[in-house]
């Protein structure tokens, strides 16, 4: 692993308090250079530190078990393994970690994948910078965030089925969840117990035939029971 971002606390003049307060970020990638620039990109947003790169599965494991960090941005294709397999077992063993899967390539199956996994944000590795910073900016453990222009593409178009009895309640849930919004909010905003809004999304999973978010927000948007995706 690589501690060499280029943006430690001292040449950034943030104190040991600002790293304390701070949303701490590791990246995981075999292109040095990529992980290097995004590293340095986010030493300037408030309130990301870097605290390293990796260029393995197994250094990254490493380095999450050493510094735990907040964050991990994970590149799917590494030399020594699978990212998102990868991503399945560290959010099984840290519960609270957020990651965030990087691909260049994006298709309907990693998309499920990834959020299988437990990651809860997908971001591409050919989208710009400022796309990479806000999806980070919002990536909330126990959401699935994805940009409006992936959702789009595995939407399309097809014949509405039968209304499946949606309560306006569920509608509401199932909104927040296009939104990539975790459970945690969606219970605050709604003034609802956790178990409340898991309650919801099982509802909403059975009625809809899903088996994961993902596949839900999907299935609602081809029948047109929300608008999941804001124009580009």
Do not use: W
């Given at each position: 692993m690589s501690t060499d971002t280029g943006q430690t606390a001292t040449d950034?003049?943030?104190?040991?308090?600002?790293?304390?307060?701070?949303?701490?970020?590791?990246?995981?990638?075999?292109?040095?250079v990529f992980a290097q620039l995004l590293a340095r990109a986010l030493s300037y947003v408030d309130p990301f530190v870097c605290i390293g790169t990796a260029t393995s599965v197994a250094d990254g494991f490493a380095a999450v078990?050493?510094?735990?960090?907040?964050?991990?941005?994970?590149?799917?294709?590494?030399?020594?393994?699978?990212?998102?397999?990868?991503?399945?077992?560290?959010?099984?063993?840290?519960p609270q970690l957020r990651v965030v899967i990087l691909s260049?390539?994006?298709?309907?199956?990693?998309?499920?994948?990834?959020?299988?996994?437990?990651?809860?944000?997908?971001?591409?590795?050919?989208?710009?910078?400022?796309e990479m910073l806000g999806v980070l900016q919002t990536a909330e453990r126990g959401g699935f965030?994805?940009?409006?222009?992936?959702?789009?593409?595995?939407?399309?178009?097809?014949?509405?089925?039968p209304?499946?009895?949606?309560?306006?309640?569920?509608?509401?849930?199932?909104?927040?969840?296009?939104?990539?919004?975790?459970?945690?909010?969606?219970?605050?905003e709604l003034g609802i117990s956790v178990n409340t809004a898991r309650g919801h999304v099982k509802n909403l999973l059975f009625k809809l035939g899903a088996h994961t978010q993902l596949e839900a927000v999907v299935t609602a948007a081809r029948r047109g029971l929300i608008h999941a995706l804001p124009p580009l």
């Amino acid at each position: 692993m690589s501690t060499d971002t280029g943006q430690t606390a001292t040449d950034t003049g943030q104190t040991a308090t600002d790293t304390a307060l701070a949303t701490t970020v590791l990246i995981i990638d075999d292109h040095l250079v990529f992980a290097q620039l995004l590293a340095r990109a986010l030493s300037y947003v408030d309130p990301f530190v870097c605290i390293g790169t990796a260029t393995s599965v197994a250094d990254g494991f490493a380095a999450v078990r050493e510094h735990r960090p907040d964050i991990v941005v994970m590149d799917v294709r590494l030399g020594d393994g699978d990212g998102v397999s990868a991503t399945a077992i560290l959010t099984e063993e840290f519960p609270q970690l957020r990651v965030v899967i990087l691909s260049a390539y994006v298709d309907a199956a990693l998309l499920s994948r990834a959020a299988a996994a437990g990651a809860c944000a997908l971001i591409p590795k050919n989208g710009d910078l400022e796309e990479m910073l806000g999806v980070l900016q919002t990536a909330e453990r126990g959401g699935f965030s994805v940009p409006p222009r992936f959702l789009r593409s595995l939407v399309g178009a097809a014949p509405p089925p039968p209304d499946p009895g949606l309560t306006s309640r569920e509608v509401e849930v199932l909104r927040m969840l296009a939104a990539g919004v975790g459970l945690g909010t969606i219970a605050q905003e709604l003034g609802i117990s956790v178990n409340t809004a898991r309650g919801h999304v099982k509802n909403l999973l059975f009625k809809l035939g899903a088996h994961t978010q993902l596949e839900a927000v999907v299935t609602a948007a081809r029948r047109g029971l929300i608008h999941a995706l804001p124009p580009l």
